[in-house]
C-alpha cells in the first residue's frame, strides 16, 4: 500500500461489515442490506453530507454483486462521457448476456449534471442496461428532474453519530498499516469530533495531520494539540460541516435584520468556500416570503429570477446576480406576517379538523348535487358593487378567525385599511 495516501482512504471499507454507521440503511435487516444480499438493487440516489460513505457505499455494492462498475463525477463529465460509458455497458451486458449482470454506473455530485446530462441517463436506466447509483449532498427533490428521480430509490445517509466517529479514530490506531506501529495516546477527543461536523474523512485526514505534526512517541492527543496543529488547515466556510450552517444563518439573519453590508460579507464567505449558487439563491427564495412578504411583494419577483438566472449562468458571473438580489432583500422592508397566517392556518386544521365547506361555496357539477343545495346562494364577487360582497367564506365553526395579520409597513397598512373598510369589524382589522 502506497505511503502517499491519506489515511481516510487506507481505510476506507470494502464490505458492508467493515462500513461503520448508516445502520439504517446496511445494518443486518435493513433495507440495502437486504438488497444487496437478494442481488437486485435499484437504480439509487445516496443523498447526505461529505464523509458519510456515499461512494465508498456504491464500491462495497458493486464488488459485493461482482457487478462492472463504471464512475463519473458530474464535476468533469459531460453528456459525451455518459453515452460512452452507457455504450460500454450495452456492449459488455451483451458480453455477459445472463440477468442481474447489468453494469453499475456511480456519478458523484450528480446533482451538478444539467438537465440534458440527466436526460441522457434515462433511457438506460429505464431499458435496465445501467444500474444508477447516483450521489448527492443536496436534496434530490430539487436537483435530480423528476423523470430520472422516479426511475431511482432515494436513501439518505445521516453524518456520522459521535459513537461512530470514536469507532473509526480506535480503528485507525489498531488497523492502519502506518498508525498501528506508533504510540498514539488519544486522551480527549472532543476537538477531533467538533471539527469533523460528523464527516469521516475530515476526522481521518485532521487525525493524521496531527499526528503527523508531533514527529515524535508518544503520541498524545488532546483538544489543544488538535486546534493548535489542525486551525490553520480549518477553511474559512466548509460547505459540508458546522461553519456551513453558522454561515448560511449569519447570512439569512443579516438579510432579515436589513444590513446589506453583513448580508455581502457572509455571501462572499460562501462564494469563496465554493457554495452551490443554487443553494444560496434557494434560500434568498424562502426569505423573501418568509421575512418580507407583502411588505414589497417584488422581492419575491427579485429572489426568483435571481434563481432562473444563476440557473443558466455559473460562477463568476452569477455572485453577482446573487450580491444584488442579496442587498435588494437587506433593503426591503420587512413582513413575516404571511408565515405567521399559513403557520396558524395550520394549527387550526389540526384543532379543529377537517370542517365541512359550506354549502354555497361547494361546486355542483351534477343534477344530484344541485337538487342537495350545492352553490345555492353563492355570491358571485363580480356581480357587485366594488367587486366585492360580504358573504361568508370560513366553515361556520370558525367565523370571523382572522389568520393575516398585516404587519406595519407602507404597503401591508394599505392592506390591512382595505380589508377593514371591506369587512368592517368581522376579522377585527
Not at 44 to 67: C, F, H, N, Q, Y
Not at 303 to 321: K, T
Not at 347 to 372: C, F, I, Q, Y
Not at 389 to 403: H, W
Request: include cysteine; hydrophobic fraction near 40%; charge should be negative.
Amino acid at each position: 500500500m502506497s505511503v502517499h495516501k491519506p489515511l481516510a482512504e487506507r481505510l476506507r471499507p470494502v464490505s458492508l461489515s467493515d462500513f461503520i454507521a448508516q445502520e439504517h440503511l446496511v445494518g443486518e435487516d435493513a433495507i440495502l442490506n437486504t438488497a444487496i444480499k437478494s442481488g437486485n438493487i435499484p437504480s439509487m440516489i445516496l443523498w447526505g453530507p461529505p464523509g458519510v460513505g456515499k461512494t465508498t457505499l456504491a464500491t462495497i455494492i458493486a464488488e459485493s454483486l461482482d457487478r462492472p462498475f463504471y464512475a463519473l463525477s458530474a464535476i468533469n463529465s459531460g453528456v459525451k462521457d455518459v453515452r460512452e460509458v452507457i455504450d460500454r455497458a450495452k456492449k459488455q451486458a451483451t458480453e455477459l448476456s445472463f440477468e442481474g449482470t447489468d453494469p453499475i454506473l456511480f456519478i458523484d455530485e450528480i446533482h451538478r449534471f444539467s438537465k440534458s446530462q440527466q436526460d441522457s441517463l434515462l433511457g438506460a436506466v429505464e431499458q435496465g442496461v445501467i444500474t444508477l447509483i447516483g450521489a448527492t449532498t443536496e436534496n434530490p427533490s430539487f436537483e435530480v428532474i423528476s423523470p430520472l428521480l422516479s426511475r431511482c430509490q432515494v436513501y439518505i445517509l445521516k453524518s456520522l453519530e459521535k459513537d461512530d466517529l470514536l469507532k473509526l479514530l480506535a480503528k485507525a490506531t489498531k488497523s492502519d498499516t502506518l498508525l498501528k506501529h506508533k504510540a498514539i495516546e488519544l486522551k480527549e477527543t472532543e476537538a477531533l469530533l467538533k471539527i469533523s461536523g460528523g464527516d469521516a474523512r475530515k476526522l481521518l485526514n485532521i487525525f493524521e495531520l496531527v499526528i503527523n505534526a508531533l514527529k515524535e512517541s508518544p503520541y498524545i492527543i488532546t483538544n489543544d494539540v488538535v486546534m493548535a496543529h489542525a486551525q490553520q488547515h480549518i477553511a474559512l466556510y466548509d460547505k459540508g460541516g458546522e461553519q456551513h450552517y453558522d454561515v448560511v444563518s449569519a447570512f439569512i439573519k443579516s438579510m432579515r435584520g436589513s444590513d446589506p453590508n453583513a448580508a455581502v460579507y457572509w455571501l462572499a464567505r460562501m462564494i469563496k468556500g465554493g457554495e452551490d449558487p443554487k443553494f444560496i439563491a434557494r434560500r434568498m427564495l424562502i426569505l423573501a416570503s418568509e421575512d418580507i412578504g407583502n411588505a414589497n411583494p417584488t422581492a419575491l419577483v427579485m429572489a426568483n429570477n435571481c434563481f432562473q438566472a444563476i440557473n443558466v449562468i455559473g460562477y463568476p458571473e452569477s455572485e453577482l446576480i446573487l450580491s444584488q438580489t442579496a442587498i435588494y432583500l437587506a433593503n426591503s422592508p420587512k413582513s413575516n406576517a404571511s408565515y405567521k397566517a399559513i403557520k396558524d392556518a395550520k394549527s387550526m386544521v389540526e384543532d379543529k379538523g377537517a370542517l365541512p365547506v359550506p354549502l354555497h361555496l361547494r361546486n355542483a357539477p351534477t343534477k344530484l348535487m344541485e337538487e342537495l343545495n350545492y352553490g345555492k346562494d353563492y355570491q358571485y364577487t363580480h356581480d357587485h358593487a366594488g367587486n366585492f360582497s360580504d358573504q361568508e367564506f370560513l366553515p361556520d365553526d370558525i367565523s370571523g378567525a382572522t389568520f393575516y395579520q398585516p404587519a406595519d409597513n407602507n404597503r401591508e397598512n394599505d392592506m390591512r385599511a382595505r380589508l377593514k373598510a371591506l369587512w368592517g369589524s368581522k376579522y377585527g382589522y
